[in-house]
């Protein structure tokens, strides 16, 4: 079974800290992607990557950047935490068109 | 055009009932409509999906209906049971790698 595996479930941070996410897949997938999830919010792209040293932004990307050096690990960077990052964090990772994603159990981020 | 809206939000079933989520989008350039299926603590997992050459596929308790015309499809769970309990999301994609989800239904089955 593909595993995605992040490297925290639970991170509390203070105001303006840089927050490193990271997200590791073991199955050689082209393409991985980083979600927050919030309550009736559902699930919201922050960014993508398609390929080592290619990303691509998502429907949020602000305050966010992203770093892809291997195929896979994928970290999400959250430039200068803010309160209203306060959220779930989901890294997914998928092999192509058509095959779905494969999710990662989450990273439960509190900034205070 | 990128949204895809489902309802209802929440959803309480008696165990052995049916489950209806329904969702719709505007982009007619969607061509795959996946349903993940996400338990507390853990990452939503792929349950079901289906393509618009189809208007229905079953895996096991698990249907998807899909309506072209209106541009709707929705899951269906029968025999519902406690242990479905969860929150499902559907998300819809242009044959890419690229999917726009739902906002999510939380499912009760009552014992």
């Known amino acids: 079974d593909v595993k995605v595996t992040q490297s925290s479930r639970y991170l509390v941070k203070r105001t303006g800290e840089k927050v490193f996410l990271e997200c590791v897949q073991d199955?050689?997938?082209?393409?991985m992607f980083w979600y927050r999830q919030d309550p009736g919010l559902g699930l919201r792209l922050i960014y993508f990557?398609?390929?080592?040293?290619?990303?691509e932004k998502g429907d949020i990307p602000e305050g966010y950047s992203v770093s892809r050096e291997k195929k896979e690990r994928f970290s999400l960077i959250l430039e200068s935490a803010s309160t209203n990052q306060t959220s779930m964090y989901l890294c997914?990772?998928?092999?192509?068109?058509?095959?779905?994603?494969?999710f990662g159990s989450g990273t439960r981020l509190t900034v205070v | 055009q990128q949204q895809v809206k489902q309802s209802p939000q929440s959803l309480i079933v008696q165990k052995g009932g049916i489950s209806i989520i329904n969702c719709a989008y505007e982009n007619t350039a969607f061509d795959y409509f996946p349903w993940y299926q996400q338990f507390p603590g853990k990452g939503p997992a792929l349950l079901i999906a289906i393509r618009p050459d189809v208007s229905e596929k079953k895996e096991g308790r698990f249907t998807i209906s899909f309506n072209k015309s209106a541009k709707q499809f929705s899951l269906h769970i029968m025999d519902s049971q406690p242990g479905d309990s969860a929150t499902y999301f559907c998300?819809?994609?242009?044959?890419?790698?690229?999917?726009?989800f739902g906002t999510g239904t939380r499912l009760k089955v009552l014992a």
């Open positions: 997914a990772s998928s092999s192509g068109s058509y095959y779905g994603y494969t």
């Open positions: 998300a819809a994609g242009v044959g890419t790698y690229k999917y726009i």
């Open positions: 990557s398609y390929d080592v040293k290619m990303k």
């Open positions: 199955m050689d997938h082209e393409n």
